[in-house]
């Protein structure tokens, strides 16, 4: 896998989630005036530095995996497939649409997307633990993310760490 497809996989995954890496890296002490990690000026990013990041990444990427299966779970135990819920989902960007929605399935839509959000928060919740156990501050993991996405050299010494 490309170093930058790895890196992309992470984002992905998290936005799967309805967990945007943003989000996993703003406490709520984050206020809107404070700049995004991505905006920051690049730093030095230390071998231990990047060794904690490996291991939030590796930590994060188990995270998803557990509940991406307890999503797909929730939306089938409310007797909806997920193909239906995400259509369900994308109608109700447009009032017209969905007033499409039978009420039947809106009424299952409702109840899976509650057991939806509750498994996102434990989810993002999870994340952040994650990395803060790995050593690092939530602000330091995004900061290095993108920092990543932008420096080939660090790309790659993320990558090898991945790979072992």
Known sequence: MKPSTLLKGLLAATLLLGVPAAAVAQGPEQGPEAPSPAEAAPVEVSETQIDRFVSAYRAIQSIQQEVQAELVAAVEAEGLSVDDYNAIAESQQSPDAAAEVPPEQAEQFAAATEQVTALRQSAGQDMRAAIESAE?????????????????????????????
Not at 143 to 157: M, R
Request: glycine letters at 0%; zero cysteines; charged letters at 20%.
């Open 136 to 164: 690092l501050t939530v602000d330091e993991f995004e900061q290095i993310l993108a920092q990543a996405q932008q420096d080939p050299a660090l790309q790659a010494a993320i990558t090898e760490r991945l790979a072992q």
